[in-house]
């Protein structure tokens, strides 16, 4: 069988970041970037320029970064945005402006106000605007899931016409059912003139669980491109999972005629960088990239396993990037070794003061565990990265937790250069350790999450904290990471407090609009 080329769009920057906390700084982004290009991604979808002025430089940067992979940054169908969408890419190899208009009565009648001539008549506008800039130009009809099909095959008629090479028809709410969108993505093919002068995309959000099931059904009707994110981030219930759609083709050739170019072994691999750097933890049960993705309790599939491993395992665990791959550097290696393992791991630092900072924590962390993993290097690196404000700084911690009586902690911060110091107690050494430091910064935040991970196995493994606060509307999360888990907690509500200082880099202008 003859296959087709599956376009693999990830939107893990754009999308990806809008879950509530997920928010990432530009040095964040260029390290997700990075693996992304290393994944053998098609499309990086870096985010949307007109946002922010810190949106505009993430995108900048990974335009400038990116070599391997299309570089893409989304626009409202406004001149403005395109320009703004434009510039940001500019010095990219490859650049794609992907821009967008709402299809359905709903979006159409309530958020923009407009009549369906008019959707139709900034549709082609921008399209023929972003033309001047680059031939990869993209555009979406959203919320194309819950919109009338007469008036879908009208716009992406015009849209192609005007000079779009790939169309996305977005489920932007996740409202379909695989087959009703399998059969959507088929008669657009088959009723629009000009289908063939165009790739045709999807979108699929997971609200109803189906997000990669539609996908799937739209691949096997005639879509060439899937946007899709690691670990299925993104707004609300998130986007369809890359890692299952690329998985999904390439366990089932037998069904899909069709191929990706990915190198499925960084799966894992970006998987843990994005789960780090969102502090969004991955679930175990979750399918090729959770903990007990290639786990068998059971006896029988232990039996069935050790005799034939075809018996219960459909992939290898080596194809998707699970190993064993240990960490042998200790405390008397040099920088060299650990930068060329970082290399490996898809790390680079742009100066050598970075390096010099990894370096120290990686000599701290030797002298705490005795085996140094993969995943404790990428902690290392996440909580070295800087930060764009760093006022609150933890100078020292005491904990007292016995058995009868109240925890208590009393904690030394440096803020704004100065030593202060609090005591309070709590319900545990965590909450004891909360409330000392509120007694000195009275932040006024609301903790939403608090969350705790191994990063490796082991009684000596560090320890992994997400902390989610919100204040006036606006929610971060903050990270931390030690083998001492109290400590790790507190660097991570500081982490957060932190990140709340400085202005917020993005306003989304408009909803996800995809």
């Not at 309530?110 to 001539?117: G, I, N, Q, S, V």
């Not at 996305?168 to 003139?193: H, K, S």
């Not at 016995?402 to 319900?427: I, K």
Request: overall charge negative; proline content about 4%; aromatic content about 4%.
């Amino acid at each position: 069988m003859s296959r087709e080329a599956l376009i693999i769009f990830d939107t893990t920057l754009r999308d990806g970041e809008q879950s509530p906390g997920a928010s990432m700084t530009r040095e964040e982004k260029l390290r997700i970037a990075h693996l992304l290009e290393r994944l053998r991604v098609d499309v990086i979808e870096a985010g949307f320029p007109a946002a922010s002025p810190g949106d505009f430089e993430a995108v900048r940067g990974v335009a400038r970064a990116v070599k391997d992979s299309r570089v893409c940054g989304l626009t409202r169908a406004r001149a403005e945005d395109i320009d703004r969408a434009a510039e940001a890419l500019k010095d990219a190899v490859a650049p794609r402006i992907h821009t967008f208009i709402a299809t359905s009565p709903i979006h159409m009648q309530h958020k923009l106000r407009m009549t369906p001539d008019q959707v139709l008549e900034h549709a082609v506008a921008a399209i023929r605007h972003a033309r001047n800039y680059t031939d990869d130009v993209e555009f979406s009809a959203e919320d194309a899931g819950r919109s009338e099909i007469d008036f879908l095959c009208r716009v992406i008629e015009a849209a192609i016409d005007a000079g779009a090479r790939t169309i996305n028809i977005p489920d932007t709410v996740g409202y379909a059912i695989p087959d009703q969108f399998g059969a959507t993505i088929a008669t657009l093919l088959e009723r629009i003139p000009n289908a063939d002068k165009a790739v045709f995309s999807v979108h699929c959000h997971n609200d109803l669980g189906l997000a990669v099931a539609n996908s799937l059904a739209a691949v096997l009707n005639g879509a060439r491109q899937v946007e899709c994110t690691i670990n299925a981030l993104g707004e609300r219930a998130g986007n369809a999972s890359l890692e299952e759609i690329v998985m999904a083709v390439r366990t089932r050739q037998d069904i899909f005629p069709v191929e990706t170019r990915i190198d499925t072994t960084q799966i894992v691999p970006c998987s843990r960088l994005v789960s780090n750097v969102t502090g969004f933890p991955v679930q175990p049960n979750k399918a090729i990239v959770g903990a007990n993705a290639f786990a068998h309790e059971s006896g029988i599939h232990q039996d069935g396993v050790l005799k034939h491993r075809d018996t219960y395992e459909i992939m290898r665990a080596e194809d998707v990037g699970w190993s064993a791959n240990r960490m042998v550097l200790g405390k008397h290696s040099g920088r060299n070794a650990l930068r060329s393992r970082l290399l490996e791991l898809g790390i680079e630092f742009e100066t050598a003061a970075e390096l010099d900072e990894v370096f120290a924590r990686f000599k701290d962390l030797a002298d705490k565990k005795h085996d140094i993993f993969d995943e404790d290097l990428q902690a290392l690196v996440s909580e070295a990265a800087p930060e764009a404000s760093d006022r609150y700084r933890l100078k020292s911690l005491r904990v007292c937790s016995e058995t009868g009586t109240t925890p208590h902690a009393e904690v030394q911060l440096e803020v704004d250069g100065d030593v202060l110091s609090g005591s309070a107690e709590g319900g545990g050494p965590v909450d004891a350790s909360f409330q000392a430091v509120e007694s000195m910064v009275q932040s006024g935040t609301e903790l939403l999450l608090y969350s705790v991970n191994n990063i490796t196995s082991g009684t000596d493994a560090q320890g992994e904290v997400t902390v989610r606060l919100s204040r006036a509307g606006r929610i971060v999360n903050g990270q931390g990471a030690d083998t001492d888990i109290v400590i790790a907690s507190v660097k991570a509500y500081l982490n957060a407090l932190n990140r709340l200082t400085v202005p917020p880099a993005r306003a989304h202008p408009q909803h996800d609009g995809v």
